[in-house]
T-cell receptor, first 114, second 114 residues
Framework: DTAVSQTPKYLVTQMGNDKSIKCEQNLGHDTMYWYKQDSKKFLKIMFSYNNKELIINETVPNRFSPKSPDKAHLNLHINSLELGDSAVYFC?????????????FGEGSWLTVV | DQQVKQNSPSLSVQEGRISILNCDYTNSMFDYFLWYKKYPAEGPTFLISISSIKDKNEDGRFTVFLNKSAKHLSLHIVPSQPGDSAVYFCAASLYGGSQGNLIFGKGTKLSVKP
């Protein structure tokens, strides 16, 4: 039973489309994240939510909008997709916001914009 | 600017020998360091961590060493096994800042040959 699950795993879409990636964690964690791994292999945080409240919003275009309907879910919606959005997007969760807490990652969603 | 650097993109080691993966950081405010392991098409998984108040932490075959004066940490795997072949990410966490926000290095791909 996957602790952090995200769907879809692979997504190929055209420029200008709007798409969503869903994420759910069954660990009972309070904090969830979206990370992005770009073509240069850098893994960087995009957003962090704690108990459905936005905590971290790094420098991400406002075409990216996270939504947390409850603390077990954090979905990522992307409007007007661009070629540069092609990347692997990892959802993750941790028990709380304490520094150094183990973060559990999902398997990743491979987004290709053509 | 890379705050966490893994200067070796790849490392090849013979089975049974020691693997040493290195990581350097620039921000002296980092207070917690972690190593994550990642297999292809999977999300990163937590391996071992160390607080900045310690200089060594050991867990089975894995030992992490921290040299704060040099802003350097390393992961030792002894003995190395073929199943250890993966990409290893060094990550650091900021105290009092964006708690839970891990800053990752680019990763080192370890290949353990039978």
């Amino acid at each position: 039973d996957t602790a952090v699950s995200q769907t879809p795993k692979y997504l190929v879409t055209q420029m200008g489309n709007d798409k969503s990636i869903k994420c759910e964690q069954n660990l009972g964690h309070d904090t969830m994240y979206w990370y992005k791994q770009d073509s240069k292999k850098f893994l960087k945080i995009m957003f962090s939510y704690n108990n459905k409240e936005l905590i971290i919003n790094e420098t991400v275009p406002n075409r990216f909008s996270p939504k947390s309907p409850d603390k077990a879910h954090l979905n990522l919606h992307i409007n007007s997709l661009e070629l540069g959005d092609s990347a692997v997007y990892f959802c993750a969760s941790s028990a709380d916001r304490a520094a150094g807490n183990t973060i559990y990652f999902g398997e990743g969603s491979w987004l290709t914009v053509v | 600017d890379q705050q966490v650097k893994q200067n070796s993109p790849s490392l090849s080691v013979q089975e049974g020998r020691i693997s040493i993966l290195n990581c350097d950081y620039t921000n002296s405010m980092f207070d917690y360091f972690l190593w994550y392991k990642k297999y292809p098409a999977e999300g990163p998984t937590f391996l071992i961590s160390i607080s900045s108040i310690k200089d060594k932490n050991e867990d089975g075959r894995f030992t992490v060493f921290l040299n704060k004066s040099a802003k350097h940490l390393s992961l030792h795997i002894v003995p190395s096994q073929p199943g250890d072949s993966a990409v290893y990410f060094c990550a650091a966490s900021l105290y009092g800042g964006s708690q839970g926000n891990l800053i990752f290095g680019k990763g080192t791909k370890l290949s353990v040959k039978p």
